[in-house]
């Protein structure tokens, strides 16, 4: 039986992975094989600050998801869970390979997010199944529209990066539709307004530190 020491080692590596290492993804970088577009030197720094940005929200689904998980006792949740962290692993690599193409640079508050989404996640978990799923699918929700907005944001002819956002806005969706068939509830429109909250605090003060 693992211990609580073991526990808490396995978590702190998966927490160096998310913000030291470089991400590996299973499946081809999105939009991968097409050229490079034509684009000014403002358009390149926008793009670069809103994959930041996305790869920002990515930290943060890594950490959501451990800390759903570690206060999860469901094991069919919890691989939904797991499932759901492997893609988001994916989005996390897209993400940063995109930032670097485009000359831009990574956040600086990664390490302030991740703990803060840890803490949000576990205490998720801690209020059942249904709560638990109900959090990862308006979170995916949510952030769903957010990459539609990045999509209309984006110039129209950055094939390269729109290719990544359509592919990660997929498998959020994927992601939520997940959590309702497994049984999510609806979370109040109090909880609802308070992710969109942080979660603006989040992309707006990403998108420049």
């Known amino acids: 039986m693992e211990s609580s020491f073991d526990r808490l080692i396995v978590e702190f590596d998966k927490a160096l992975r998310t913000l030291a290492a470089t991400p590996v993804s299973a499946r081809p970088l999105p939009g991968g094989t097409l050229a490079e577009a034509e684009l000014s030197d403002a358009e390149k720094r926008h793009a670069a600050a809103l994959m930041r940005v996305n790869h920002c ?15 999860c006792e469901d094991a069919t949740v919890t691989r939904a ?3 759901a962290a492997r ?5 996390l690599a897209w993400a940063e390979q995109r930032v670097n193409e485009l000359g831009g640079r990574l956040s600086l508050l990664n390490p302030l997010w991740y703990v803060g989404s840890l803490a949000l996640g576990y205490a998720a978990g801690m209020f059942g199944t249904r709560w638990n799923l109900g959090f990862l699918a ?7 529209l957010h990459l539609g907005g990045h999509l209309q944001r984006l110039a129209p002819q950055d094939a390269k990066t729109r290719a990544i956002v359509v592919q990660m806005k997929q498998d959020e969706s994927a992601h939520a539709r ?4 497994l049984g999510a509830a609806e979370l109040p429109d109090a909880a609802k307004r308070a992710m969109r909250i942080s979660a603006r605090l989040m992309t707006q003060v990403s998108y420049w530190v």
């Open 57 to 71: 929200g990515e930290v943060c689904a890594q950490a959501l998801y451990q800390g759903q998980a570690l206060s």
């Open 81 to 83: 869970l797991e499932q």
């Open 87 to 91: 893609e988001e692993t994916e989005h």
């Open 138 to 144: 308006e979170t995916e929700r949510q952030v769903e």
């Open 178 to 181: 997940t959590a309702y068939a």
